[in-house]
């Protein structure tokens, strides 16, 4: 190797390292922020521009599969819309309980903002998206973000002043506490590289099946109770183990993201004032 | 005007890499379009504009993505490094050796980011990761060169014509 090149590349070494000290300090935030400012527009057409492609190309690999599932989801809305009418039968009981025996609510004025998916972490080791809200908008890190249909998309972990990047429930450092909703097996959702969810430490005894819903169960903190994260696809492990391998799929989807929501109105219990 | 002419070229496929890109994942994993670029310029290019386009690369890819701007600078020296293979003249094309440094730079790419990733304090599966993303990531970037190579390639041509013309 020759000296010279040597001698760059150390004083690119060393800038590397200045600035990941700098950014540390916040000191870069306003060039990040004003790239992704300057750039949103581009990056919200090539989005735009992608995802019908994607889209188009989907079907064509799934076009067999397509009959058979709308004929599974035409029976599913069947199902669905008589347990709609149940529970809203149920829900009026359960509000002239509530009223009766004067219980407050959990969450009751639940505040969202909407906010627009600009960009994606280019690297396949993070699943992380940019927002168009920061700082400004009265966001702080470790607010939860979910879909328009309010399912769990993932936590703002990292501020500017107008964007924030998101990490998604998907990424392989996630963890979020949550509970299959039919059986109330608890456990923690994890992400990882293959952008699946899995949940970890359900009890082996636990009644878990393909379908069941699960959900977040406010352990922890960090997450409130009852929003939705996925649905089971695959149950597992030899009866030995100590835990089911039990696997999920988002019920958002999360690779096609273009709008979502942030919870303003919850704050993880780390951060709330006293 | 060569090193505008690559600035624009890398931030473009920035952008593409982070915003497009993610639609069509191959294999689960989104190649590293803007390395690839990098290392076509330095192949094409010569060594004596690799020094400035590298880093270049490395920062679009920091500006772009979630992580402190510098990482993804350091990510991309070892590209520098395995430039010096050119003047060896191990491989029959320029093209060839193109293929081989990408590879070999994509994975040390990814593996420098998992260890600022673990020194960030995230857990990190070495073994799935590099099953999962390293290993993927790289035989997929080499999967985009060759056109990205085209692309370098006329460029370059283009440059040099300009140039003679002037």
């Given at each position: ?60 690999k799934d076009v067999g599969d397509i009959r058979s599932e709308n004929d599974q989801l035409r029976t599913e809305n069947e199902q669905l819309k008589d347990e709609v009418v149940r529970l809203r039968e149920g829900q009026t009981q359960l509000q002239e309980l509530q009223k009766l025996l004067q219980i407050k609510q959990s969450y009751p004025d639940e505040e ?163 | ?166």
């Amino acid at each position: 190797m020759s000296s010279r090149v040597g001698t760059w590349t150390l004083g690119i070494v060393v800038l590397s390292l200045a600035l990941i000290l700098l950014s540390k300090t916040g000191v870069l935030d306003p060039l990040q922020s004003g790239v992704l400012s300057i750039t949103s527009p581009v990056q919200h057409g090539l989005r735009n521009a992608a995802d019908p492609l994607a889209a188009w190309l989907s079907d064509i690999k799934d076009v067999g599969d397509i009959r058979s599932e709308n004929d599974q989801l035409r029976t599913e809305n069947e199902q669905l819309k008589d347990e709609v009418v149940r529970l809203r039968e149920g829900q009026t009981q359960l509000q002239e309980l509530q009223k009766l025996l004067q219980i407050k609510q959990s969450y009751p004025d639940e505040e969202f903002l909407a906010a627009n998916v600009l960009a994606k972490d280019p690297s396949s080791l993070k699943d992380a998206v940019a927002i168009d809200r920061g700082k400004r908008d009265g966001l702080r890190e470790g607010m939860v973000v979910v879909t328009e249909g309010h399912s769990v998309v993932g936590t703002v972990t990292h501020l500017f002043d107008s964007y924030s990047w998101v990490t998604l429930v998907t990424d392989p450092n996630s963890a979020v506490s949550a509970m299959v909703q039919e059986s109330r097996a608890q456990g923690v959702v994890t992400g990882s590289y293959s952008r699946k969810l899995s949940i970890e430490f359900v009890a082996q005894g636990a009644a878990v099946k393909d379908g069941d819903v699960v959900i977040t169960s406010a352990i922890g903190g960090l997450y409130p109770a009852g929003l939705v994260i996925g649905k089971v696809t695959e149950v597992g492990g030899a009866a030995q183990d100590l835990f089911k391998k039990v696997t999920l799929e988002p019920l958002a989807s999360l690779s096609h993201l273009e709008t979502v929501l942030v919870l303003t109105s919850f704050l993880p219990t780390n951060l709330e004032t006293p | 005007m060569k090193y505008v002419l690559a600035a624009l070229l890398l931030m473009t496929t920035a952008l593409v890499q982070a915003s497009f890109m993610p639609a069509f994942p191959v294999f689960g994993v989104v190649p590293n379009l803007v390395l690839a670029v990098a290392v076509c310029w330095t192949v094409v290019r010569g060594q004596q504009e690799a020094m400035i386009v590298v880093p270049i690369a490395g920062l679009c890819l920091g500006l772009v993505g979630s992580r402190p701007l510098g990482v993804a600078l350091l990510a991309t020296t070892p590209v520098l490094l395995l430039s010096e293979l050119r003047a060896l003249r191990l491989t029959p094309s320029d093209f060839l050796l193109t293929v081989v440094i990408v590879f070999l730079s994509s994975m040390l790419y990814e593996m420098i980011l998992l260890v600022a990733l673990r020194l960030q304090g995230e857990t990190v599966g070495w073994f799935a990761a590099f099953l999962r993303v390293v290993l993927p990531t790289a035989i997929v970037s080499v999967l985009f060169t060759p056109p990205l190579y085209w692309l370098v390639w006329s460029r370059s041509e283009v440059l040099r014509r300009v140039r003679a013309f002037a």
